[in-house]
């Protein structure tokens, strides 16, 4: 989520040179727990041409078979499917898919829902397990209230999703 990455940042912004002893709390959480897995991704030929450099690594964005997951900041509101396409055209040369997603799960704006885009793929918005914040009731007109629930995806023995299985589920507030 949007927030999980603070106290990443405040390590790097109170002690960088620790940096390569942070093991992140999500990491350690996740790791006893059978039905949770963390997604990242390595960005292919991104590391600079220097000695010990590394590729990219974005956390909390992954792939699976047709699917992409992730903290997609940028795809909320009605112009969403419109921005999904233009940042698949964008960017999939450098992300380098192994197959043309088909599925874009995302999980930003708290609402549960999903829709098509264009191109005819399937962009779900995960909803939320969480209470609203009072700020979002206070700051009338900035925020539209959540949606909660979340997806239970199923997928074929190829890993690609069976979109007719997937479901949103609501919650209720």
């Given at each position: 989520g949007n927030h999980d990455q603070r106290p990443r940042k405040r390590m790097q912004d109170i002690a960088p040179g620790l940096m390569p002893l942070y093991i992140d709390p999500l990491?350690?959480?996740?790791?006893?727990?059978?039905?949770v897995?963390?997604?990242?991704?390595?960005v292919d030929d991104t590391a600079p041409r220097l000695p010990l450099s590394e590729n990219t690594k974005l956390p909390f964005f992954g792939v699976e078979g047709d699917s992409l997951f992730g903290h997609f900041?940028?795809?909320?509101?009605?112009?969403a499917p419109k921005l999904?396409?233009?940042?698949?055209?964008?960017?999939?040369?450098?992300?380098n898919f192994k197959q043309d997603p088909r599925v874009?799960?995302?999980?930003?704006?708290?609402?549960?829902?999903s829709m098509y885009t264009p191109k005819g793929r399937l962009l779900v918005s995960t909803g939320c397990m969480c209470k609203p914040?009072?700020?979002q009731?206070?700051?009338?007109?900035?925020?539209?209230?959540?949606?909660?629930?979340?997806v239970a995806i199923y997928r074929d023995e190829n890993g690609n999703t069976i979109l007719e299985d997937t479901q949103t589920i609501f919650t209720g507030l």
């Amino acid at each position: 989520g949007n927030h999980d990455q603070r106290p990443r940042k405040r390590m790097q912004d109170i002690a960088p040179g620790l940096m390569p002893l942070y093991i992140d709390p999500l990491f350690v959480l996740a790791a006893g727990l059978d039905n949770v897995r963390m997604l990242s991704f390595e960005v292919d030929d991104t590391a600079p041409r220097l000695p010990l450099s590394e590729n990219t690594k974005l956390p909390f964005f992954g792939v699976e078979g047709d699917s992409l997951f992730g903290h997609f900041e940028g795809f909320c509101g009605d112009e969403a499917p419109k921005l999904v396409e233009g940042w698949i055209s964008d960017w999939s040369h450098v992300l380098n898919f192994k197959q043309d997603p088909r599925v874009i799960f995302q999980a930003h704006t708290h609402r549960l829902g999903s829709m098509y885009t264009p191109k005819g793929r399937l962009l779900v918005s995960t909803g939320c397990m969480c209470k609203p914040m009072e700020y979002q009731f206070i700051q009338h007109g900035k925020y539209r209230p959540p949606v909660p629930g979340y997806v239970a995806i199923y997928r074929d023995e190829n890993g690609n999703t069976i979109l007719e299985d997937t479901q949103t589920i609501f919650t209720g507030l």
